[in-house]
Each structure stands twice: as C-alpha cells, then as structure tokens.
C-alpha cells in the first residue's frame, strides 16, 4: 500500500478530473428501467461491447451497490447506464441490487460466509477489504482494466487502495475529502454572518441556532460510520495533523493520549450543547443528509461525494449552500488537511458462473461513468479523469467552490474502519455511537478504544 498523500497528489495534479463516492440508501431494482434514456454512443462504450465474444445464452448479472436514492446523481447514472448495456446485450440483464451502505456491508458479510458474492459487489478499501481479500473471494482485474485504456483513467496512486500482493481487487467510484456543507439562509436566520473558522466559534454557533430553534447539524448516525468519520476530523485537529492511528499501529502512541482525550471532549461538547438532530442514532444516512437537503438542518458534514445530490436538491437554489473546511480545535490543526475518503469500489466474485460477461460488463461501465456522472451533475470527487468545463457545464458555485478546495488539499487521514482491522473497528463505531446517547468520560472512551486494541491486535 502506498501513502493516502501519495494518493491525493493525483487529486492536486489533475483537480478537474473528479470523483463521487458512495453511501446510499435501500432498494432492489432490475436493469431496465423504461425511463432511462439512452447515453450517446462513445469510443469507450463500442469498443468495450466489441471486447469478447458475446454469449448467446441469457444470463443475469447481479450488481450489488449502494445508489438506491431517485435524487443522487448516481442513481440516474447506473439505471442509464445498465438499460444501455442491456440493449447493446439483449442476452444480459444486469439486475441492481441496491441499498444503503450498512444494510449492504452487512449483506455482504452474511454472503461472505456462504462463498455466494454478488457477480459485482460493493468494498471499502484497505483495512476492510483485506478479510475479503484474505478469504479468496474477489477476482483480480489486472488484465481487465488493461481494455480499452481503463487503468489510465483513474487518479495517480489511487488503486493502491485496492491492490494487494500486486493484485488489483477493485475499482474505486471515487477519490474524495470531507468537509461541511451549510445553508446560507438559516445561518441569516440565526444572525450568524459567516461559516466557523475554529471548533469554538462551531460550538457558539451551534447553541445560536438552537436557541433560534434550527437543526444545527444533520447526520445519519444509524449507519454508525458518520460519527466516526466527523470525529476523526476533530481528532485529526486535536492530533496536529494525519498519523494518529497510524502511531497507534505502530506502538508509539495509545488511546490515553492527550490528542485522544481532547477529541473525545471536543466532540461530547458538541453533542451536550445539541448540535445533531433529536434522536440522531435512528436516522440512517439517507434520512440524515435529507434534513439537510430539504432545508430543516443549518450544517451537513460529509464527504464531498455528497455534492452532487445536494446542487440538484431544492436547498441549493440561488446559491443557498456554500461549503467550509472542518475547522480548528483547540488552536491546533491545518484546515488544508482533510479526512480523505478514496471511495467505495465494485469487485468481481472469484466465483461468478459468467466471470467473463460481468467483467466486460464492469469495464464498460467504469469507462462511461465519469462521462455520465459529468453529465448529471455528480462529478464532484470522482477518481477518474474527466474532460469538460464544470462551470460552463452548468455545476454551481458551491461544486465550484468544492473543486477549489481538492487544490488545497495538504494531507490528512483515513476513516478508522479503513486503518483498523475490523474488530477494533466495531468496538471504536458503537464507543462512538454510544456517545449521542450518553455522556462519558473521555479516559473511559478511550479505554474502549485501547482494550478493543489489544484484544484485536494480539501476537
């Protein structure tokens, strides 16, 4: 594995090719949905139909993903995209299965155990991709994304995620950081002149707006990952900068230490002065993000995958949504270094009965989809290269503004469930969880965090 600053020096070398990644909602779909239109005819899509030697037999492929929301851009994306192949293929249906990223994680673990993956699934990279990896069950695409050109299309370094013992497992949908999305006119509201420069200013405003009876912060927290991802930001801050957990891998630091500590105050000082929605834990991701973009919550924290749902949602009308780096903490911190997120990424079961048909599929697919993702508004964070001019495109000036900031970009971390192995990882998402329902003190969190360690990490 290369470092995640390796990875996004090709997010700062080619900025305008961009990337949107994933966490979705719930639904089962087939592939041809009638109201999906065609996508014009591409070198990409002709020569990938061209491939291999169709089959005549009629075969269903199962694509497992987590697009299932009708307002993201992606949903549009994959339905335009499989109807497409299934016309070009009448012998191929491509059978969606979609659903939010917990529900499939969990899914995925169950088929897991039973050797029955998907044809395509959805993975994380790194540390929770590697049992998968580890247990046999993916096919390596080393010589796929060698048709048509497909491996030069994604970012420098950003397959290195996804590559293990030199085996390339997966194809990531994404390359994206972390950020908080808020609405202009509640901020007004509230009186509120400008977006927070320090975790200080955030905790003021949040009891500003609270008192004008605003939502401050929308967050999905049934899906456990949301939490986390917004208090590793903190800890990034409290940290100095990237490398925490790192440190703990190592042995040169533990879950007692002061960066640690501080994070764990920072963040219970938000949820004690009732920055998240009531009953924060029984929204999923889907529901969370929508407080936002139907214009109940003042603020939204998440990866810049979010982008695009969010420009074509109501809230964002006449420039209504701008966007800030995650502030401050403490005086410390640079807010150039972000959460990093490379995305989620599509892999091919070892076992599929039609390994061919689904990997010709996958490379068609992946070869139109930033072209599509452009075209609907949802290439903001994409990990491939795309050609066009977002502004003359029509992206507004909150993804312009997005963009601005993949330039800026000096550093940061990973989510914990893609540094940890999964047990410690568990044990740090319901620690986390555990803290929207009651306050605990920060030595006891840490104590979780550290037995879970060394249970996990025993030689």
Avoid at 101 to 121: F, R, W
Avoid at 261 to 287: H, I, M, R, T
Avoid at 389 to 404: Q, R, T
């Amino acid at each position: 594995m290369k470092t995640s600053k390796k990875i996004f020096a090709g997010v700062l070398a080619g900025v305008l090719a961009v990337s949107l990644a994933a966490c979705g909602k719930s639904n089962n779909d087939s592939a041809s949905s009638s109201d999906a239109s065609s996508p014009a005819a591409s070198p990409s899509a002709s020569a990938s139909a061209q491939a291999s030697e169709p089959s005549k037999e009629n075969i269903t492929i199962t694509f497992q993903n987590i697009y299932p929301d009708p307002t993201d851009p992606k949903y549009k994306m994959i339905r335009k995209l499989t109807d497409q192949y299934h016309k070009d293929h009448p012998n191929i249906t491509i059978e969606l299965d979609s659903l939010n990223t917990d529900q499939q994680k969990l899914k995925l673990k169950t088929q897991a155990a039973s050797k029955e993956v998907p044809d395509i699934t959805v993975v994380n990279p790194a540390a929770q991709m590697q049992p998968f990896v580890d247990a046999d069950l993916f096919e390596p695409l080393n010589d796929m994304v060698q048709k048509n050109g497909l491996k030069d299309t994604f970012q420098a370094g950003l397959l290195d995620f996804y590559t293990f013992n030199g085996n390339l497992y997966a194809l990531p949908d994404g390359n994206n950081v972390a950020l908080i999305y808020y609405n202009k006119s509640l901020f007004q509201q509230a009186g509120i002149a400008n977006p927070p420069a320090t975790f200080e200013e955030l905790v003021a405003d949040v009891k500003t707006l609270k008192a004008k009876g605003i939502t401050p912060i929308a967050i999905g927290e049934k899906d456990s990952w949301t939490g986390s991802f917004f208090f590793m930001n903190i800890l990034l801050r409290t940290n100095n900068g990237p490398g925490f957990l790192k440190d703990v891998l190592a042995g040169t630091k533990k879950f007692d230490d002061p960066a640690f500590l501080d994070a764990v105050n920072a963040f219970e000082d938000l949820v004690q002065a009732k920055a998240f929605q009531e009953g924060a834990p029984s929204f999923d991701y889907n529901a969370g993000e929508n407080l936002f973009k139907t214009g109940k919550a003042a603020m939204y924290f998440m990866g810049s995958w979010a982008t695009g749902g969010i420009e074509t949602s109501d809230v964002s009308k006449n420039g209504n949504v701008g966007v800030f780096k995650f502030p401050t903490v403490n005086g410390k911190g640079d807010p150039n270094q972000f959460m990093l997120a490379p995305g989620s990424a599509f892999a091919v079961s070892k076992n599929s009965k039609h390994k061919q048909e689904t990997l010709d599929f996958l490379n068609y697919f992946m070869l139109n989809y930033p072209k599509e993702l452009f075209t609907t508004k949802g290439a903001v964070g994409l990990g491939q290269n795309v050609e066009g001019d977002f502004k003359a495109a029509g992206y507004s000036d909150m993804a312009m503004e997005v963009l601005g900031m993949f330039k800026q970009v000096n550093g940061g971390d990973l989510a914990f469930d893609n540094t940890m192995n999964p047990g410690t990882a568990q044990a740090h998402l319901t620690s986390i969880q555990n803290l929207f329902v009651a306050k605990k003190d920060a030595k006891e969190v840490a104590k979780e965090h550290q037995d879970a360690f060394d249970q996990n990490n025993k030689k």
